[in-house]
């Protein structure tokens, strides 16, 4: 395997380089996910989306939402102009719910009733607009929220005075095969319905995302959740 020098150090390894669309995603990868690819002799970058950058002080870069899609592919092109590695591989955690409507095959896919194709046709979409073969698209069902839907005891267990809303939850859960199918409505996506139950979560959903990600587990978010666990072996298949 080949070598390449990055930030000033020698890199033996595959690399994956995350643009994700918030500071969740980001603590999310860096944490979780970091853990989980280090092993396998991966290393993980992550960084939020840039949507602002001031003219007159450039070092003034305000990150975070996506609002257009430009900002995304802005990005992701300047990333693949610059390393040119073929050890390195492209990604982003975006969630389907809130995407903009400029987004590559939108109108598309909002004809299809299915979650999983629409997604579908937007990853395709994407991966087609940056034009990169070492880019692997990734749009989260429906939102980042829906990975917690997969083991609501370890939400439960970081708020243990909402026991009664937590089963509130998992009643919901009961209702769809898996989470990452619970809806995209306003009032109905998976944060929302999290916050509804337990206010608290907004407050500090940056923290508390990853925290019960992590103890919920990898092995466990890949059984309930069909297309995280296809992201996920995509990118280690990418890598091998």
Known sequence: MGEERFRGETLKHFRINFIVEGQTEEVFVNTVLQSYFAPLSIDIVACCITTQQNRRAPHIIHRGGLSTYRHAYNDIKKWTKRERSGNVRFTTMFDLYGLPGDFPGYEEATKELDPYLRVSILERAFKESIGDWRFIPYIQLHEFESLLFSDLQKLGAEFPDSSENIQKLTEITSKFSSPELINDGVTTAPSKRIIGAIPDYKIGKARWGPIITSKIG?????????????????LTSSCT
């Open 218 to 234: 990898i092995r466990t978010l890949k059984s309930q959740c069909r297309h995280f666990r296809e992201w996920i072996e995509q």
